[in-house]
Structure formats: structure tokens, C-alpha cells
């Protein structure tokens, strides 16, 4: 069964820095492409970013609202997969769900219970 | 971007009857690559459909999905009582990945 543990989250202010993980486990980690979703409280859901594997080139796309200011990255040693979130906005509040990722790109077949992220002064 | 609309808002239904959840793409959805999900309260989503209509593993049939271009329809053949839920459509031809708005589906 795939198990995935999420933590980091809480509390920021406006402008500061958070780092997300994500542990892995019962998976193909190495040769998983794994992603990011959020939802705002109450709102639906955005796509943040994606990270393929490094057998596959390892690329990362991010959706714009994000890009420059948040990076994706993995330790296949670990099974981990990061989100670091910096120059935080009040508008980056939201629960952050680790994901991986099947039947296509930016498809999400495996979800982490998420991390709430709040951006408040 | 690929603006994806999703109707109705809400859907209010009895157990034991048929749901039918459509989404809308703002331009054509290429080689069907829209998926769906399903969300209940405190949770987080669930893959129920993708490319259209093939369900993801251990979907039961009552799921099944269809559509093609444009327009796309989610359909629950009888409703139980764990289906009551927020189903999300995305996309994932182009490039931003885009999420429906959002159904939920009540028990009338």
C-alpha cells in the first residue's frame, strides 16, 4: 500500500520561508514522477508543480502563481519529496498535498493527507 | 490556459439514483486527457477517472466517464452513500494542468 507522510506546515508570515516533506513509502520512488497540489481553504484545486524522475530527466515545471518563489525537489535515497515556499504571500495559504503521479502527466492516482499553510501576519 | 467549467454547483439526489456531473473546456481537451476526482470533507481527493474514461485502480463500475473535445460527463449509475462528495474534472492536455471549479453532490 502506498503510504504518503507529510510534514512541515503551520503558521508564516508574509514575505518568510517554509519547507514541505514528504515521505514515501510502498512505492517505486525512484521512477515515480511525484507533484504538488494545494487547495485554499474552502476553494478548489491548483496544480503547484511536478518533478520527474532523474531516469526520465528529472525536469520541474511549476504553475506561474508559484514560479521563482517555490522549489520542488526529491532525495531518492530517502524517498522524499520537498516543497520549500519562499517569499510567502497571504495568497499561498492553503493545504499543500504531496502527490504521486500516474497514468499521465500532472495525473495525481496517490494523495498525502496534506499540510495546512497559513500566511498571516 | 484551459478554463474548465463545471455544472451544476450542486446536485441534489437520493441514493439508488443516477448523477450526471459535466465539465466544460474553454478549447479542446487533446486525446481526452481529463481526469476526475472525488473529495469528501477533511480529505484529500481521490482519482476516480482518467483519459476520459478509464477508471483508476479499484474504481468500482458504477464510475464511469465520457466525452471527447469539449465536453466531458462524469456519471454515478446509483448512487451510495459513501458517493456523496465534491467531484473535481482537470485537464491535463496543456500546459497549466487545470481544475473544474468544482460539484458537489448532496443527498436530497
Known amino acids: 500500500e502506498v503510504q504518503l507522510e507529510k510534514s512541515g506546515g503551520g503558521l508564516v508570515k508574509p514575505g518568510g520561508s517554509l519547507r514541505l516533506s514528504c515521505a514515501i513509502s510502498?512505492?517505486?520512488?525512484?521512477?515515480?514522477?511525484m507533484g504538488w497540489v494545494r487547495q485554499a481553504p474552502g476553494k478548489g484545486l491548483e496544480w503547484v508543480g511536478r518533478?520527474?524522475?532523474?531516469?526520465?530527466?528529472?525536469?520541474?515545471d511549476y504553475v506561474a502563481p508559484v514560479k521563482g518563489r517555490f522549489t520542488i525537489s526529491r532525495d531518492d535515497s530517502k524517498t522524499t519529496l520537498y516543497l520549500q515556499m519562499n517569499s510567502l504571500k497571504i495568497e499561498d495559504t492553503a493545504v499543500y498535498f504531496c502527490?504521486?503521479?500516474?497514468?499521465?502527466?500532472?495525473?495525481?492516482?496517490?494523495w498525502g493527507q496534506g499540510a495546512l499553510v497559513t500566511v498571516s501576519s | 490556459e484551459i478554463v474548465l467549467t463545471q455544472s451544476p454547483g450542486t446536485l441534489s439526489l437520493s441514493p439508488g439514483e443516477r448523477a450526471a456531473l459535466s465539465c466544460w473546456a474553454s478549447?479542446?481537451?487533446?486525446?481526452?486527457?481529463l481526469a476526475w476526482y472525488q473529495q469528501k470533507p477533511g480529505q484529500a481527493p481521490r482519482l476516480l477517472m482518467y483519459?476520459?474514461?478509464s477508471r483508476a485502480t479499484g474504481i468500482p463500475d458504477r464510475f464511469s466517464g465520457s466525452g471527447s473535445g469539449t465536453e466531458f460527463t462524469l456519471t454515478i449509475s446509483r448512487l451510495e452513500p459513501e458517493d456523496f462528495a465534491v467531484y473535481y474534472c482537470?485537464?491535463?492536455?496543456?500546459?497549466?494542468?487545470?481544475f473544474g471549479q468544482g460539484t458537489k453532490v448532496e443527498i436530497k
Open positions: 502527490t504521486t503521479i500516474g497514468y499521465g502527466d500532472f495525473v495525481a492516482d496517490n
Open positions: 510502498g512505492y517505486n520512488f525512484i521512477a515515480a514522477w
Open positions: 518533478i520527474k524522475s532523474k531516469a526520465d530527466g528529472g525536469a520541474i
Open positions: 478549447q479542446t481537451v487533446g486525446s481526452n486527457f
Open positions: 483519459g476520459a474514461s
Open positions: 482537470q485537464q491535463y492536455d496543456s500546459s497549466p494542468p487545470t
